[in-house]
Every structure is written in C-alpha cells, then in structure tokens.
C-alpha cells in the first residue's frame, strides 16, 4: 500500500533520513521503532506530505504522493504532539475537521465516547492537558474510519484506563484488515499488537521483519528483550 | 476553500485586535472630518494617517497571525488539502478582514463626508494597501522560520517602504538635482506601492500644481487612461507577485 524508495531527507548538516526504502502492506500492523532522533518521526511526516524529502519518492496505492493529495483522506494520523488552534474549543474542532473532510456518514465516534470527551466539549484547546489533548488527537485520527492508521507515540501522556481503551481500539481496527504504522517506545505494549518491526537507527532502516523471524533469530519472546539483543549485537 | 477561509475570519473576528483597528480607524476618519468644515481638507489630513497606519498594522498583524496559526496549518497540512489552497486561504482570509475592516473605518466615512473622485480614489487605494501588505507580509513569515526574525523583518519592511524609501529619493533627488529626473521619477515610484497611492491621491487633490514639473510630469503619466492601466498593473503585480512566491515558499515547506 505504502511503499517508500531511497527517500533521503536532510536537515542542514543533519541526515534524518538516508536512503530509506520500505514496504507497507494492508493488515500489517507495523511497529516503527529506534533511538530518539533516528528519523522515526520524519519518515512518518515524509509520508503524509507534512515534510517534502530531498530525493526519492513514496507512493501510496501506486500513485506517487508528491502531486496527489487525495490520498490522505484515505489516512488517521495523531501526531507526537498535538498542536490545535488555542482558541478553538474541543467540539469545534471535531466539527471543524467533518466539516473540512467533506465527511458525515460512516463516521466512527467510538472513541470519543469511551473517553468520555462529550462532557468537555467546551473546553479550549489552550486549556487542555497533553494527555486530553491526545485524546483529541486520537478522536480525530479514528473518526474518518480511514485505511490506514499512522501513530506517532499514541500512548505517551496517556493514563492506564485510557492506554487499554485506546489498545483495544487499535486491536479491534487491525481485525478489520487496515495498515497501522506505531511507533512508541514502552515496547511492552506493542508485544501484543504488531506483526512486522522496522528497527531505525541514525536515519537507516536497520531490519524490517515479521515479529516471529525476529522472535526466532534471537530466541527471545518478548519483543523488548528481542531488540535488547540486536540493538547488543550491534554495538559489539 | 471557501471552508478554511470561513475558519480563517472566525478565528481572526475572535481575536479582536481587527475590530479594535477598525475602532480606532473610524474614530479618527471622523474625528478629521469633524475637525474640518472643508472636507478636501480633511482627506488630506486622513491621507497621512492612512498611509502610515495601513501598511503598518496590515504588515504585522498579518505576519504575527501567521506564526500564530502555525498549529492550524500543521493540522490542515496532514488532512486531504493542497498545500496551496491551505496557503491561499489563508491569504484571502486575511485580505478579506483587512479590507473589510478598512472599508468599514474609513471608507464609511469617507463615502459619507466626501464621496468625491478623491475620496473614491482614496478608499480603493486603501483597500489595495491592506492587501498589498497583507502579501508582503505571508511572504516575510513563510521566508522566516523564527517568530521573531520575521516580525522584524516585516517592521523592518514597513520602516523600508514608508520612511526609507522616501529618504533615498530625496537623496538621489538632491545629488542629480542637475539632470532631468523627472521620468527617472516616475519609474521609481513604482517600486513602492505606497508612494503610488500617495501620487494617485494627490493627483486627485489638484495639489500637483504643487509639485512643480515633477508634478505636471506626473500628471502627464497618472493622469491619462495608459498611465491609470499601468499603475493599476502594478498594483496588481504587488499583490499577485508576494502571493505566488510565498504560496509556491510553502509547497515546499517542512512543517
């Protein structure tokens, strides 16, 4: 579905991203995880067009992204950081966002009940907690029952009854056959969810493979020992 | 589009600041015309105040906004939207509160006062300078990636173009006072949409008689139909260049 090729990005001296090439395929539930600054974010803003890499391209269902932008209604994206108009309250915002998407029917708001948000519909966004405001973040993403799902640390900020809320909700969109990019660090959570791993490392895709190869090459069963022992290797 | 520019003036009529201009505007267009029994008088009184206060508030409040609705743009960004009609909207939001807001505090009363050719001419050339500098400003924040870097140049901008720019002339005017530069005069003017504005209106007043040569010359330019075409050509190159540049500075942006 998502196939990226040698895309290369550079911030002034920095190489965020070095010739990276991947492949996305649908029901795949892909964990995107690597060291703080190893390009993890940026291939994801790569992929929503949000960052414009140097050279290199990435297409989505065959169509090169560059000059399509129809494709991202095809995408829910919550970002690392939410960042919302300060003075827009949270249902204006929810509603801002059907009203731009062009979207009433077939709408899922699941989320927005079992977090509980109706009640601070009102609310400004200025006002909000980082955890709130991830919530908002993951209402918007869940709401346009998109194909695909791209989750930029879905669960940092979040409290414990909100991570499993959130957790089955991403269980329950992989039964239905979607593509779900997670990067996160707690590797813990992501045991019981991902099928596939992409290790990045100074902008390079290390390894991208099925979780069982993984599980088998080091003979571990938990994901978090499992790279434990590659990111090991590595250094030795 | 219409959608995000509907989004854009609902934000900007809750932030206030654009209807305190508009306040502030009225009060002084009527508080001249009050003053004045002659309402030529008062135009050109306003025409000052109108040529400096426009640029200037046009110029920053646009830039600040800018920075400001960074978080919205990042958000429109990853939603199926062009980067350009995200870019223009935002223009046409802006330009639209700012001209409306110029139409309301001063072109009211112009047109109540003194609904002249002058006054007429004062109104449209306002609009066109909340508009102009509107552009100028989107560019100086898509070029700028610090906050206060681009508020800067944007003051830096507006110093430029209604102080520094004068004082240039004059400069070259005094040195080369013993050549013909009369036409040399009327090519640079329009390098400053400001200095057409001022032209264009004074030409109206009949103060051009004023001017000496210069004058008459400009007269000569402005005061036909080609020369009308052409100035307003160059507005028009005023607004559509800085929008072009910057919506093309944003396609490319890294958000």
Known sequence: ?????????????????????????????????????????????????MVVCDSGFITFNDKNILHDWTYRSQIGYMPQIGRYPDNMTIGQVLSMMKDIRKQNKGLDEELIESFGLQQMFDKRMRTLSGGTRQKVSA?????????????????????????????????????????????????????????????????????????????????????????????GKQQL | MKKIIKYVIIDILRNRIVLAYTLFLLLISMSVFNLEDNSAKGLLSLLNIILIIVPLVSLLFSAIYVYNSAEFMELLVSQPLKRKTIWLSLYTGLAISMGIAFFVGAGLPILLYAATATGLTMLLMGILLSVIFVAIAMLAAVMTRDKAKGIGVSILLWLYFSLLFDGIILFILFQFADYPLENFMVGVSAFNPIDISRIMILLQLDESALMGYTGAVFKQVFGTTPGLMATFLVLFIWVSMPVWISARKFNRKDL
């Open chain 1, 1 to 49: 579905m998502i196939i990226a090729t040698n895309v290369n990005k550079q911030f002034g001296k920095l190489k965020a991203l070095d010739n990276v090439s991947a492949r996305c395929n649908k029901g795949e539930c892909i964990a995107l995880i690597g060291p703080n600054g190893s390009g993890k974010t940026t291939l994801i803003k790569c992929i929503l067009g």
């Open chain 1, 139 to 231: 209402c918007l993403a869940f709401m346009f029952n998109p194909d695909v799902l791209i989750l930029d640390e879905p669960t940092a900020g979040l409290d414990p009854v909100s991570t499993e809320t959130l957790k089955e909700k991403i269980n329950s969109e992989k039964q239905k056959g979607k593509l779900i990019m997670i990067t996160s660090h707690i590797l813990s959570e992501l045991d019981e969810l991902v099928t596939q791993v992409i290790f990045m490392q100074d902008g390079k895709i290390c390894f991208h493979q099925p979780i069982e190869t993984l599980k088998e090459q080091t003979g571990e069963q938990k994901l978090s020992k499992a790279i434990a022992r590659v990111m």
